[in-house]
Nanobody, 125 residues
Framework: QVQLVESGGGLVQPGASLRLSCSTSEITFNDTAMGWFRQAPGQEREFVAG????????FYADSVKGRFSISRDNPKNLVYLQMDSLKPEDTAVYYC??????????????????WGQGTQVTVSS
C-alpha cells in the first residue's frame, strides 16, 4: 500500500513559520504531481497548494498566496510546504496528496489518488 508521510506540524504563534514535509518511497514520485490540502474542524477539505511533477508549475489557494510556498526535491522523494506569516485561520490538519494523473496538479479532492495521514498545524497565541 502506498504511503505518504507528513511531518513538521505543530503549535505556533501568529506570524510564525513552519515547514511541512511529505515523503514517499512507493510511487513513481518523479512522475507524480503533488499537492497539499487542509481540513479544519467542521469544514470541508480544501486545496492549499500544488506542484507539477517537474516542479515548474505551482498553484495556490487565494488564502495562502504570498505566504505559503510549495516545492519538491525529486531525487529525495520529498515535497515541502513552507508556511510563513501564519494566521489563526490556518489552523487545520494538513494532508499531502498525490495526483491521479501525472500532468494534473490536484486542486480538488477528486483529483487525488493517495493521501497522507495528516499533520496538525495550530496557530494560536
Amino acid at each position: 500500500q502506498v504511503q505518504l508521510v507528513e511531518s513538521g506540524g505543530g503549535l505556533v504563534q501568529p506570524g510564525a513559520s513552519l515547514r511541512l514535509s511529505c515523503s514517499t518511497s512507493e510511487i513513481t514520485f518523479n512522475d507524480t504531481a503533488m499537492g497539499w490540502f487542509r481540513q479544519a474542524p467542521g469544514q470541508e477539505r480544501e486545496f492549499v497548494a500544488g506542484i507539477s511533477w517537474h516542479g515548474g508549475l505551482t498553484f495556490y489557494a487565494d488564502s495562502v498566496k504570498g505566504r505559503f510556498s510549495i516545492s519538491r526535491d525529486n531525487p529525495k522523494n520529498l515535497v515541502y510546504l513552507q508556511m510563513d506569516s501564519l494566521k489563526p485561520e490556518d489552523t487545520a490538519v494538513y494532508y499531502c496528496a498525490a495526483s491521479t494523473n501525472r500532468d494534473v496538479v490536484p486542486q480538488i479532492p477528486g483529483a487525488v489518488r493517495y493521501w497522507g495521514q495528516g499533520t496538525q498545524v495550530t496557530v494560536s497565541s
